[in-house]
């Protein structure tokens, strides 16, 4: 049974020796440059953000900075408006007092967890660039989102 393989395997390699090379038509190379020439770049908002034009770059990157900054300014005037005197939270529904509920307890959870570690200011770096990082990803799916629904209305 091996030795008919390898004998079928033999006479094709023959046979397919013997063939005459192909040649391709003239035309096949100045068609397929001609397509290429004729494709359209990517849109600059598709690519990576490393290879967005300088601009965009600078612009989103000022965005999420300002972002950032207006959250951390805001984040004590944000959760002071939600808590009574008395720590609990004023006529809200049900849903979100077990929500806010989980929310400080998270939040107490990590707030002793930091204060715990002798490097607060690698943790507070960490925490940092791990929401730039998810402020990069959402603001980058925001615009992709945005100009995807003005490319496709536009057609």
């Known amino acids: 049974m091996k030795n ?11 046979r397919l020796r013997a063939l005459p090379d192909l040649r391709a038509p003239e035309e096949l190379i100045p068609n397929v440059l001609q397509r290429i020439a004729a494709q359209k770049p990517d849109p600059w908002w598709t690519l990576p953000w490393l290879q967005w034009p300088r601009t ?3 612009l989103s990157s000022a965005f999420l900075a300002a972002l950032v900054a207006a959250a951390c300014f805001l984040r004590a005037g944000i959760f002071s408006m939600f808590q009574a005197s008395d720590g609990g939270l004023h ?3 049900g849903f979100f007092r077990q929500f806010w509920t989980a929310a400080q307890t998270l939040s107490n ?3 002793r967890l930091i204060a715990s570690l002798h490097f607060p200011w690698l ?3 960490a925490i940092v660039v791990f929401a730039l990082y998810l402020s990069v990803i959402g603001v ?3 615009f992709y989102r945005l100009l ?3 490319q496709v209305a536009s057609k």
Not at 4 to 14: F, G, N, T, V
């Open 148 to 150: 995807a629904i003005q």
């Open 123 to 125: 943790t507070l770096a």
């Open 91 to 93: 006529g809200a529904p």
């Open 56 to 58: 965009p770059q600078v």
């Open 109 to 111: 959870v990590l707030e």
């Open 4 to 14: 008919d393989r390898e004998k079928l395997e033999k006479l094709l390699h023959q």
């Open 140 to 142: 980058g799916a925001v």
